[in-house]
């Protein structure tokens, strides 16, 4: 079993749909929880980045922690065309990028 | 201009060749990191730098060097090309804020085949 387990997509939605994108992870000492958005053929880039347990939003976007249950979730609101890209989650146990995993990434696709 | 940058963006080399992928940042940043990515394994750590003069290893390390002479540069060769090692690879870097890391800056990527 991987560490970091990420529904490859794709996941396609309309415009204005909230959308959910999801991982599961084994390693219980996960503390830092981070989800990167990527464009095609591009580097990926920090979307949103939370410690610990719960919530945290930003705009139309809100990232979730339930680690009872080692589940991060990203929920996007009112998605527009511009969010079709891949969505990478990624976890640590300490501060330290060396340490970071990732899972494989979701693609989604919002189309108007 | 400000960032960070890969040189070449594409490149195709034969089995056996060495092959330097080149990273440039220009904030100064502390830490630097090499990244392959692969369908089927998403993001994997080669290689990662604390400061110039220090590296160590990552997740997938093996047929890989690093050096980092300059906090600004991070350059991978690949000593002696495989086929497995055709990939994506993405240079990135951060800056820690006291105990937290804060976030990690990708260049564009460097798609490298290797024939």
């Known amino acids: 079993q991987k560490e970091v387990e990420q529904d490859p997509g794709p996941l396609s939605v309309p415009e204005g749909a909230i959308v959910s994108l999801n991982c599961t992870y084994s390693n219980s000492a996960f503390q830092y929880f981070m989800w990167y958005r990527q464009y095609s053929r591009k580097g990926p880039e920090l979307l949103m980045y939370t410690y610990s347990s719960g919530n945290k939003e930003d705009g139309r976007f809100t990232a979730q922690v339930d680690k009872s249950s080692k589940y991060i979730s990203l929920f996007i609101r009112d998605s527009q065309p511009s969010d079709s890209a891949t969505y990478l989650c990624a976890m640590s146990a300490d501060s330290g990028y060396s340490t970071l995993t990732f899972g494989k990434g979701t693609m989604l696709l919002v189309s108007p | 201009d400000a960032g960070i940058t890969q040189s070449p963006r594409y490149k195709i080399t034969e089995t056996g060749r060495q092959v330097t992928l080149m990273c440039h940042q220009t904030?100064?940043?502390?830490?630097m990191f090499w990244y392959r990515q692969d369908l089927g394994h998403g993001l994997r750590l080669i290689y990662y730098?604390?400061?110039?003069?220090?590296?160590d290893k990552g997740e997938v390390p093996d047929g890989y060097v690093v050096s980092r002479s300059k906090t600004e540069n991070f350059p991978l060769t690949l000593e002696s090309a495989t086929r497995s090692q055709t990939s994506v690879y993405f240079c990135a870097s951060s800056e820690p804020q006291g105990s937290m890391n804060t976030e990690a800056f990708f260049g564009q990527g460097t798609r490298l085949t290797v024939v």
């Open positions: 730098s604390a400061a110039a003069d220090i590296t």
């Open positions: 904030w100064s940043h502390s830490y």
